[in-house]
């Protein structure tokens, strides 16, 4: 339908109905506005996110456990996916938002141009109306005149006393009146025909054409209206398949948590590479007693390990003995003030190990770096000399001295690294040549390795006492070198003491298990405890080997710590 022959009476009301299109196209603009700052401050808070979980540490020092890795990735996924709804804000602004109020500005200039078009047309129409108005009044005035000059003149003429000249007056004036009369007559009839004929062209090609036009604009806002919502649904349609690849990289990370796998680096991590404790021996106390078994003698050898060996009479085990950790002493062994962290000798042996194959591999891409380098300078140095215009050959003799230097440099710290690193194996190996049977039931505070090593698996084990095998015991001969006191502890003020410690197993150093120590550090995780003797000498002594009992703490506890 055209608004120019339905709508012709109603200009007033589509002034109207085309402000309240450009003001629902400017509120759904604003709409979009909204949404797209949605769309950034969601953006924003999702990198926010990812940047406070995302590790800090080097890449050294993150976690390898395929939880960690996978849980990163799904954080390297969701910062993808804000970049992708940092996009969807970006294509509602350019192609949404900031298109609606440029079109606005359009819609506003156009409708103001066809309005003043119609009210200009109207107002010449309400002119021309006015002119035939005043030309209608004019020419019912002058007729009301001219009757009334005709009345006198017939009223003069039959009246017998009037005189000639007053009839001749009368008649002339009713001849002027009947003459301005018919002239009123013809301009009426002439501004009448004009106005018609203005009015007819008002309605039936002005204000068409100007409602055409008005109807028009309003299409085209509402086809706007239609494409911006278009637009609206593909911003976020555009993103749907790169979105779609950030959630099935989160599913693969997903899939890729391997519980054995993280099993196993727990394992290659805290595996320090010593060898457990063997049994202790039976300790006889009885030699001096004088009763009797069933065969008239004492045996030498509990039942229970008669029995578990198989073997009747008394069985001789040897008693084994603990070497001493690198850099620590068994019962207070020396402990340096500041361990060499050059050779990684402050770490168990087997994370040792690790460490320092991987110091070889860094060095040794370190090393074809230079030696790369030295290569392509002496490329260059040939090139220079059979052709001197290009360079001077001997201005790369100092880079190239400096690069053998380097690489000498490299090649000592190599050989270096794995002087140490044969050592390592070279004791991890003899340590496996004197590992015990496994039919010796080796006895150990369960969930400990080593007193050598400081990894527990089980933490809880750290608050009882570890079972102990009853029966009689046999003195120990042990012959502690008093030499093995730590000279650090001389020049320090002695430390308050925290608690003491009895011995749960033999080891060197240790006359008895009945023996007190003082302790005045705790572990530090390395696991070695820091204890003081009767005697006031200080020393270090192996946490997995000793029942702790701390002080009382500030709530009135007592800790006991095997």
């Not at 595996?271 to 009763?291: A, M, R, T, V, Y």
């Not at 033999?506 to 120590?517: I, K």
Request: proline residues 6%; contains cysteine; aromatic residues 8%.
């Amino acid at each position: 339908m055209s608004w120019g022959t339905e709508l012709w009476d109603q200009f007033d009301n589509l002034d109207k109905h085309t402000q309240w299109g450009i003001d629902f196209l400017e509120r759904y603009a604003k709409f979009v506005k909204e949404r797209l700052e949605v769309e950034q401050n969601y953006a924003k808070q999702l990198r926010n996110l990812v940047k406070k979980y995302c590790p800090k540490r080097s890449k050294d020092d993150e976690p390898r456990f395929t939880s960690c890795l996978s849980f990163y990735s799904i954080l390297n996924e969701l910062n993808d996916y804000a970049g992708q709804r940092e996009l969807v804000a970006e294509e509602m602004a350019l192609k949404v938002y900031n298109e609606l109020m440029r079109y606005s500005q359009d819609l506003k200039a156009e409708r103001k141009h066809h309005l003043q078009e119609g009210r200009k047309a109207q107002q010449y129409l309400d002119q021309c109306w006015k002119q035939m108005d005043n030309s209608k009044k004019k020419f019912e005035r002058e007729c009301k005149e001219a009757e009334k000059s005709q009345l006198n003149y017939e009223r003069l003429d039959s009246d017998i006393n009037a005189t000639k000249s007053e009839v001749e007056k009368a008649k002339n004036q009713f001849y002027m009146r009947t003459h301005m009369a018919d002239e009123s007559k013809n301009e009426y009839a002439a501004q009448l025909q004009n106005f018609n004929g203005e009015q007819w062209k008002h309605f039936n090609n002005a204000i068409p054409h100007i409602f055409k036009n008005l109807q028009h604009m309003d299409e085209r806002r509402t086809v706007k209206l239609g494409e911006t919502y278009r637009s609206f649904a593909e911003a976020e349609r555009k993103v749907i398949p790169i979105i779609s690849k950030c959630l099935d990289g989160m599913v693969t990370a997903a899939k890729a948590v391997d519980e054995r796998k993280d099993s196993s680096l727990v394992v290659e991590s805290f595996k320090s590479g010593f060898e457990p404790p063997g049994d202790f021996p039976f300790e006889d106390f009885s030699q001096n007693l004088s009763g009797t078994g069933s065969d008239g003698t004492i045996s030498n050898t509990p039942k229970g390990e008669r029995e578990r060996d198989g073997v009747q009479g008394p069985r001789s085990e040897p008693k084994p003995t603990l070497g001493k950790a690198k850099n620590k002493l068994w019962l207070f062994g020396k402990k340096p003030k500041a361990p060499s962290l050059e050779d990684f000798s402050h770490l168990p042996p087997e994370q040792r190990r690790k460490r320092l194959q991987q110091k070889i591999e860094e060095l040794s891409r370190e090393l074809q770096k230079q030696m790369d380098q030295r290569d392509a300078l002496n490329k260059m140095k040939d090139v220079y000399e059979k052709n001197p215009q290009m360079g001077d050959p001997t201005s790369l003799q100092p880079k190239i001295s400096e690069t053998i230097c380097n690489m000498e440099k490299l090649r000592s710290e190599i050989h270096k690294n794995e002087t140490w690193l044969a050592e390592v194996e070279g004791k991890q190996s003899s340590r496996g040549d004197r590992r015990p049977s496994t039919d010796n039931h080796q006895h150990t505070p369960q969930g400990r390795e080593s007193p050598e090593g400081s990894y527990t698996d089980d933490t809880s084990q750290e608050h009882h006492t570890p079972h102990r095998r009853p029966g009689p015991t046999q003195p120990a001969n042990r012959n502690p070198d008093p030499h093995e006191f730590d000279d650090e502890f001389d020049d320090d003020d002695p430390l308050p003491v925290i608690g003491h410690c009895k011995a749960l197993y033999y080891f060197d150093g240790m006359n008895s298990r009945d023996h007190v120590l003082y302790i005045i550090e705790e572990d530090k995780g390395d696991g070695w405890t820091r204890a003081r003797k009767q005697s006031g000498e200080e020393g270090y002594v192996p946490t997995s080997y000793v029942e702790i009992t701390m002080e009382k703490n500030s709530k009135g506890q007592q800790i006991k710590v095997p």
